[in-house]
């Protein structure tokens, strides 16, 4: 053999075994076969379709299996995300999407290169948020957190799935119900939670193992798959790391926008309204939907969009489901920022006195609310937010008494600070409490008799203004902060091995310095892991602040859905 021929017989053979020793990053799966790429320790796999192309008559209407094909597809660029809504103010680091399409579900995987030969792990299943309006997969790629898994040496595998938004995923009204296709965008959701059990296996991922989690609208999403069914998973979940199950409008209360959309589109004398706006050309109807209020118009989290009762998919108010125990029996991660509500109430800069609040109350939240509940909730949450309700010890009564370190204004325990306008501050409390940390209570409270429940409070805070801002905490939990401490992301993925947020003994991770307790530890005082600014700091807090408040809240609530009824 030549000295030529040698050569290139060994650079054969090198290239061959480098081909061997390489991660494989094509999967078969049962309808075709799909390409990532590799990056460091990882494969990545981007734009898989978990459903046909929700287009033309499929417009609206319940996700279907994708169509099968031949060959090996590329999955190596994210898809288009979906339709997003145009919002009236764009939040500070906020990321504007553009090149969305209809087209949109697909999902994402991302896995370790090198799984063992039957080894199968554990997956988080990432429900991206955006107020039911915006949102997308490429938010969180999910590389930091299976990378960090790795340095535990408790590897997990990451999937995030699209799903429709505003009116393409959301739209109700009667005629909605009637076609019995409300909550397409849950159902989107649902239908890649099923992709999940059937196809994970071929990344080398374990689909009785896997932990849902979700931030803001993915938050309330992850609620609502734990209370589907009557709280049965079908085994699509063993785990949720979430904030718990919210109030939800009835798809019937929901008409005003279906009618709004219909006369954007020029479909109001259509026999079959629903059907013409399946057909009208996608820029009309995305411009009708950007005519429709965002989370930062005047009403806020009173949302045009969003999850509804309908009577099929989610068949009650999930309070009602919390209290009469329907609800997944599993373990639970449950926690929220400590000051939920600065962001949204930036969209009502406007109400700046005291009688506009009351009006804004009862206009928004509380329709059929009582002149003394109306009181009780302006004492509650005071127009005055330097005054803190003190118990005298001497009775057994309480008084308001003024106190410049108050909680009663978010962002909390900064006094008179960063109040934009005289009743920001106020409608900041209120809103984060009426939408996240009352529903978080409740529902923990029935939970934690049932099951394992552990809950956290995160403090941390990079602006002032605002405090620890909703959704703020997502950097923590997917490792992808610029901070080295990595305790969030070391909880979650410790939950999804094992359903307990822990750190195990000999863990490298700081998580091992703390002890996580269980809310249902203590009766009384219920714990909560909570995150504080500082490198690294936990500590623990009682479930127990703004009490008499929330429990207003969630009274108020209560009266509510039963206004609304089924």
Not at 490 to 516: R, V
Request: glycine residues 10%.
């Amino acid at each position: 053999m030549s000295l030529k021929s040698s050569a290139l017989f060994l650079s054969y053979l090198l290239l061959n075994c480098v081909a061997k020793a390489s991660p494989a990053t094509v999967v078969k799966l049962s309808y075709g076969s799909f390409e990532g790429k590799s990056s460091g320790n990882l494969v990545e796999f981007f734009g898989i379709p978990f459903a046909s192309p929700p287009i033309g008559d499929l417009r609206f209407a319940p996700p279907t299996p994708p169509k099968p094909f031949q060959g090996v597809r590329q999955a190596t660029e994210f898809a288009p995300p979906c339709p997003q809504q145009t919002l009236n103010f764009t939040p500070p680091g906020a990321i504007i999407l553009s090149n969305f399409s209809e087209d949109c579900l697909y999902l994402n995987v991302i896995k370790p290169a090198n799984i063992k030969t039957g080894q199968k792990l554990p997956v988080v299943f990432y429900v991206y948020g955006g107020g039911f309006q915006i949102g997308d997969t490429s938010q969180v790629v999910g590389d930091a957190l299976v990378n960090r898994s790795l340095t535990l040496d408790t590897p997990v595998i990451y999937v995030t799935a699209a799903y429709r938004l505003n009116g393409f995923g959301f739209l109700g009204g009667k005629e909605v119900k009637a076609a019995r296709i409300g909550n397409t965008g849950i159902r989107d959701q649902r239908f890649a939670l099923e992709w999940v059990q059937k196809h994970i296996s071929a990344f080398g991922g374990d689909a009785s193992k896997v932990t849902i989690w979700g931030i803001s609208a993915g938050s309330i999403s992850v609620g609502i798959h734990t209370l589907l069914d009557d709280g049965n998973p079908h085994g699509l979940f063993r785990g949720a790391n979430s904030g718990g199950p919210v109030v939800l409008p009835n798809i019937i209360s929901q008409q005003q926008y279906f009618d709004s959309l219909v006369a954007d589109t020029n479909c109001t004398t259509s026999v079959d309204r629903l059907k013409c706006l399946r057909d009208a050309p996608f820029d009309t109807l995305m411009a009708a939907i950007n005519n429709t209020p965002d989370l930062f118009s005047y009403q806020s989290i009173r949302l045009a969009w969003q999850p509804m009762v309908d009577g099929d998919l989610i068949v009650r108010d999930p309070q009602i489901s919390v209290k009469s125990g329907k609800f997944a029996k599993i373990p639970l991660i449950a926690g929220c920022v400590e000051d939920e509500g600065t962001l949204m109430s930036l969209s009502t800069l406007n109400i700046t006195t005291n009688a506009q609040f009351l009006e804004y109350m009862k206009f928004n939240f509380f329709n059929g609310i009582s002149d003394a509940d109306l009181e009780a909730l302006e004492q509650a949450y005071p127009d005055d937010i330097t005054q803190v309700r003190i118990a005298l010890l001497s009775s057994s009564f309480s008084s308001w008494a003024p106190n410049p370190f108050s909680l009663k204004g978010s962002p909390f325990n900064t006094g008179t600070e960063y109040a934009v306008t005289p009743q920001y501050k106020r409608l900041a409390a209120l809103q984060g409490d009426l939408l996240f940390h009352s529903p978080r209570r409740s529902f923990s409270r029935v939970a934690a008799f049932r099951q394992p429940v552990y809950g956290y409070l995160d403090k941390r805070s990079t602006n002032s203004s605002v405090g620890a801002v909703h959704g703020g905490d997502l950097v923590h939990w997917s490792g992808t902060s610029n901070t080295t401490d990595f305790i969030a992301t070391d909880a979650l993925i410790y939950f999804t091995h094992t359903g307990n947020p822990n750190a195990p003994p000999g863990s490298i991770s700081l998580l091992g310095n703390s002890k996580w307790e269980p809310y249902g530890s203590s009766v009384g005082n219920p714990p909560l892991f909570t995150f504080e600014n500082g490198w690294p700091a936990i500590g623990t807090t009682s479930d127990t602040f703004r009490n008499e408040a929330m429990e207003l809240l969630a009274k108020l609530s209560w009266n509510e859905i039963g206004n609304r009824g089924v």
